[in-house]
């Protein structure tokens, strides 16, 4: 649906996007991420048409970005990080105006009553958008950009703001319009994309540095994996057992107790799952396993760990798993 190829922007001698290339495909939802200054705002700029690429190119849904802008255009709706409202006119007023703008062909009553619905702005679309609360603010910024129903949806931190409430309420909005919609998401909120998007895209300094599916770019760099267990037995006994077994790597005790169970955090060698034997050997020692649960690397710190390998002096290094 969208295709990026060989995108260079330069800006006197600094380069803002350095040779950058991938494809997102139909329905697919990709956060896009980034440290500030590393390129991402520019190449959504250059995604919607806003600004052009000193060389490489753009397509959407197999259109260029240059040859054919307007077709190209009119398949992105797109939200800025500051909504392009006018605070004097009513809800109403607004979608109608940019229905207008946008020199929409659809059912006007049809196509604006369901964008309206989806957005679940039916009891404020009378008011003036000067008095609306910033949640609300945000899903017209997100109507304005569904009019004329692109197939593309490019979004530039649209929970930036909000409470936590309202950030929970534009998730489930944003999980929805993927379900019909290719939807590219700028963040600079890890737990954003680790919620809502299928897809990771790190820019750093003007290169990608990491193309992987949200699951799998934790895994790609732990060197294996790291549980909570709550066990029924003997502190020390349990820890020492514990690390006896085949493929532990560690184990500590965190010290939590409840009644008379004890918390523990090992590390497994890397493609090792060592659960079954943890749950065996509570068995065999009669010690209930009342709770065991994986404890992951975050987001955050994949995010910042990807960063500083790209930053090391010679670091050719991209991650990409598929």
């Known amino acids: 649906m969208v295709k990026v190829e060989h995108l260079v922007k330069r800006f006197g001698n600094t380069y803002a996007l350095n040779d950058v290339s991938f494809e997102i495909g139909s329905g697919e939802i990709v956060g896009l991420l980034g440290p500030n200054g590393a390129g991402k705002s520019t190449a959504m700029n250059i995604l ?68 309206v619905k989806v957005t679940k702005l039916g009891e404020v679309r009378g008011r003036l958008i000067a008095n609306l609360s910033k949640g609300n603010k945000q899903r017209v910024g997100i109507a304005q950009a569904l009019i004329g129903d692109p197939q593309v949806l490019i979004f530039d931190e649209p929970t930036v703001g909000l409470d936590p409430k309202q950030i929970l309420a534009v998730r489930n909005l944003l999980r929805t319009l993927a379900k019909n919609h290719t939807v590219i998401l700028s963040t600079h909120i890890l737990a954003e994309v680790q919620a809502v998007c299928e897809r990771v895209i790190i820019i750093n300094k003007g290169k990608i540095i990491a193309d992987e599916r949200t699951e799998s770019i934790v895994r790609a760099i732990e060197d294996g994996y ?38 523990f955090v090992f590390d497994s060698a890397k493609g090792v799952d060592v659960r079954k034997a943890v749950f065996n050997l509570c068995v065999q020692r009669g010690w209930p396993l009342i709770g065991m649960e994986p404890v992951g690397t975050d987001l955050e710190s994949v995010f910042i760990k990807l960063v500083d390998e790209a930053e090391e002096p010679g670091s050719t290094a991209k991650r990409r798993v598929h």
């Open 48 to 115: 919607t048409g806003y600004l052009s690429s000193t060389s490489g190119s753009v397509s959407v849904g197999g259109i260029d970005m240059v040859e054919e802008p307007i077709e190209a255009k009119r398949m992105i709706g797109f939200l800025p990080e500051q909504p392009p409202l006018y605070p004097e006119m009513t809800v109403d007023e607004f979608l109608n105006f940019v229905y207008d703008l946008k020199g929409c062909t659809l059912d006007r009553t049809a196509h604006l009553e369901e964008i």
């Open 226 to 263: 790291r549980y909570r267990a709550r066990i029924c037995g003997p502190q020390k006994e349990v820890e020492s057992a514990l690390s006896k077994l085949g493929g532990v790597k560690s184990v500590e005790a965190t010290g939590e107790r409840d009644l008379d169970s004890f918390a």
